[in-house]
């Protein structure tokens, strides 16, 4: 055997489980397909400007202490975070601007100056979500939940989680209306449907509790969202693992029906005792190991995932600082015209007119990734993969152009005029850089009968010796969830080769 344990792919799951195994002794050997680690989480230097590729904040950072506290270090020798605040800016498209700050009590007093009646409600909501996060959900990040047995543990271990589960069956948007009544306040709380790539009529309820999560702290790496994944395959690489860039695994090995190994696209076989997967579930079964090495059952089911939503991203260098107050921005948008983003646009293949989503201004909490007085602005939204506006390597212009057009129009921000660079990658650059099938940066998608033990195992449960992690598997696409499947596939492993 060449190595113990083979990953494919240095995304955070990828990368969280082999520092576990690398921690524990495995000879581990990590094959990723571009020039770096993070994928999603991950950032590149361009024009003099360090623009991240994707996530842009962590929330729920004790997932990452609790990586770092097993593998025998401290975070902050690896990893420094810079607190942000305040949270969000929110500019409506009459021009008032508000913005919510870490303070619980603060956020009080901004609410209660657009509703009084939701002030108190915000009581109730930051409440249900402590105990949501700290007590039910967010303590089963790093557990494993794969089967209905695992689900059934962690709840009589966890009683809170009982008291949540109406969550699991109300959706985000009638959580929200649940809490509260004015309009301005449920848009303020929107967006985060859309962080799992779904609109709050079809989101799990639960999710709607990210709205309070933030409130806990939320942070950006110092060096921008790459210094995440660099800091864990430092670890990673002081325990002797290896990481091989540029090397794309082509097929998964299999002998007498168990994963052995890799081949890479250049046909060099790498052999080992098992292989984990750190990229999309549907791409690993029905290309890497391929349909005819699965069984019935198993072709069937991993056929049955629909792939998440695209999100294109549009990242501009500035010659000025931006008019705005906070790391990230919500041009405001109701719960209607979220959902409206979904069944009228997106299903229909349309990109939506409103699409900036949510503005991240990275050097407003870390200066050092532009020039001296210069900023940078990432701009997320939501869009199909194949749009009826044309295909998006001739769409990149006009599509930019009108995120400028709403932003300016709708909500007078002026950013051509201290336009330095920009760039845009589409669904298709996601497909090209990272492997991502139809662009579906969140992996597959994530209602709840794709979640949790509806999901793909972490264990594969089609063949032996086959791991998963990442977000087409556990609890979905995020940071936190991503290094908490890492956690709990080196579990896994380290018990099944024990
Ligand atoms: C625009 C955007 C914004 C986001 N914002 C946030 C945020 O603010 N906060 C947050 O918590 N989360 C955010 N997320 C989600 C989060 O970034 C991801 O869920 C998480 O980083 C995914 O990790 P992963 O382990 O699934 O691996 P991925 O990031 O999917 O990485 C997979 C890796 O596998 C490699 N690979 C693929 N195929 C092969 C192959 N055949 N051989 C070898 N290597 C291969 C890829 O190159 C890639 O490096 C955001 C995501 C996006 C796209």
Known sequence: MDYDAII?????????????????????????????????????????????????????????????????????????????????????????????????????????????????????????????????????????????KDMIKVSLENPLLLKFMQYFFLNFESTLCKFFKSDVIRASMSLQSYFIGLPPALCPGYVAFLAYSEHEGIFYPRGGMIAIPQGIARAFQENGGEIRFNSTVKKVLLEGGRARGVELEDGTQIASRIVVSNINAKTLYLELVGEENLPAWAKRAIKSYPVSMPSPMIMLGLDAKPELEAHHTIPYSTLDNMNRIWFDDYLNGRIPAFGAGLISWPTHSDPSLAPEGHHILNMIAFAPYDPVDGDWDKIKEPYLERQFDVLEKQFGLHLRDHLVVAKVNTPKDFERMLRHPRGAVYGLQNDITCSAAFRPGIRSRAIKGLYLTGASTHLGGGIAPTVGSGIVAGDFILNDLA
């Open 8 to 148: 494919i792919g240095a995304g955070l799951g990828g990368l969280s489980c082999a520092a576990l195994l690398a921690k524990h002794g495995l000879k581990t050997l990590l094959c990723e397909n571009t020039s770096q680690v993070g994928g999603c989480c991950s950032s590149f230097d361009y024009q003099g400007y360090r623009f991240d590729i994707g996530a842009s904040v962590v929330e729920l950072a004790w997932v990452i202490d609790e990586l770092f506290e097993k593998l025998g270090r401290n975070t902050s020798d690896y990893i420094e975070f810079i607190p942000i605040d305040p949270i969000y800016g929110f500019i409506t498209a009459e021009g008032q601007r508000f913005s919510y700050p870490v303070d619980v009590d603060k956020t009080r007093e901004v609410i209660a100056s657009l509703s009084k009646e939701d002030a108190q409600s915000w009581e109730r909501f930051s409440e249900a979500g402590s105990q949501a996060i700290n007590k039910a959900f967010g303590r089963v990040m790093a557990k494993p939940m794969g089967t209905l």
